[in-house]
């Protein structure tokens, strides 16, 4: 009878053990990210945010052929010597996405070290180390491929259309990084919310479209300047204009259907929530589609200087950082921890036993 009932209790203290370490393997430890942390993940986001606006400097000054057809030296040598304006510029960039590689290489380590499995930090960093990788690989492409400078084939535009969406998808996995480190999830306490999925996937995906031509069109008004307003709408329907010019009408009339799935988002925010962390998310989104279609109006009329398409160019940044902040904090949802079935379970091991 005793060894009965040593064996009837000792049972069930198995499983609690084994489930507490289960849950303490998914969930994480009680202790919180460090501060140094959530901060240098904020610091990788800002400073490739300044790498692709020093990227868009050297596509507007026709600079991407400053270290000639090499990589990833410039010019043959480690060092550019007597470097001209386009070397400059060119190998500046290089320099800068260097160090982003280095700087998200730390991320990656640091987070994986400072988190448990189940966290979506580390797979949001897992992402951003594939993509800057990626980044990479088409950035080298476009310079061994002489895709750069006043190259106007039709190759340059589907390379830079890859690039500048896996540069879209590199900033998302970064501000995602960060978030999640800030505010930690567990794969093991959320999940998405069931059912109203698919107007913000197809949000993003428009915008990541707008993107992709938005940069499809800041490379046709470098490569084929026009002198008038009235010349370039002259050259977007011109059956003898370059294809880039005439595919130029695609970039607003994407922002258009973009804006109206990011309206239903900001609706639907509004409705579920009335936390102040995410009414601020609805109003930087607002204030940042309102100020882009502002500077895209401006970019038109003045018919695209450099240092609009620069300042156009970090307002999409800022805000594709603010909508992948808004999707995440609507898409994503605690799970709901039901007691009851907890009881039943724990019940049910001790009859089993």
């Not at 303490?24 to 140094?36: E, F």
């Not at 567990?186 to 990541?208: C, D």
């Not at 995410?278 to 502002?294: F, G, K």
């Not at 007691?339 to 049910?348: A, F, M, V, Y």
Request: with cysteine; charged share 10%.
């Amino acid at each position: 009878m005793t060894r009965s009932t040593h064996t009837a209790h000792s049972v069930p203290a198995d499983a609690t053990a084994r489930d507490r370490r289960t849950a303490s393997t998914v969930s994480g430890p009680p202790t919180a990210i460090s501060a140094a942390l959530q901060r240098f993940a904020w610091f990788v986001l800002v400073y490739n945010v300044l790498v692709v606006l020093w990227g868009a400097v050297v596509r507007a000054t026709g600079s991407g052929a400053g270290c000639g057809d090499h990589w990833p030296l410039c010019n043959g040598v480690v060092l550019p010597q007597s470097p001209q304006f386009h070397t400059i510029v060119e190998f500046t960039h290089r320099l800068m996405s260097g160090g982003s590689l280095l700087l998200v290489a730390v991320l990656l380590i640091w987070t994986w070290r400072s988190t448990v499995r189940g966290q979506l930090a580390r797979w949001a960093s897992g992402a951003a180390m594939v993509l800057t990788l990626n980044e990479a690989l088409l950035g080298a492409l476009l310079v061994l491929l002489r895709l750069v400078a006043h190259n106007q084939s039709s190759a340059r535009g589907v390379y830079l259309s890859f690039h500048f969406a896996n540069t879209l998808l590199l900033l998302g996995a970064l501000t995602l990084s960060a978030e999640f480190l800030t505010r930690p999830r567990s794969r093991a306490t959320t999940s998405l919310r069931h059912g109203k999925m698919i107007f913000p996937t197809l949000g993003i995906v428009a915008t990541l479209l707008v993107g992709v031509t938005g940069s499809l069109a800041a490379l046709g008004d470098t490569l084929f300047p026009a002198t008038s307003l009235a010349g370039a709408f002259h050259q977007d329907f011109s059956s003898t204009a370059s294809l880039l010019l005439r595919l130029r009408w695609i970039h607003p009339a994407s922002a258009i259907v973009a804006a109206a799935f990011i309206c239903w988002l900001l609706v639907q925010s509004f409705r579920n929530t009335a936390a102040p962390r995410t009414r601020a998310l609805d109003i930087a989104v607002v204030s940042t589609l309102t100020v882009q279609i502002l500077l895209g109006t401006l970019d038109v009329l003045l018919l695209a200087p450099t240092w609009i398409q620069i300042v156009h160019l970090l307002g999409a940044d800022v805000f594709w950082i603010c909508l992948v902040l808004l999707t995440a904090d609507y898409c994503l949802v605690e799970k709901r921890h039901d007691p009851e079935k907890t009881t039943d379970n724990n019940s049910s091991l001790a009859v089993s036993a």
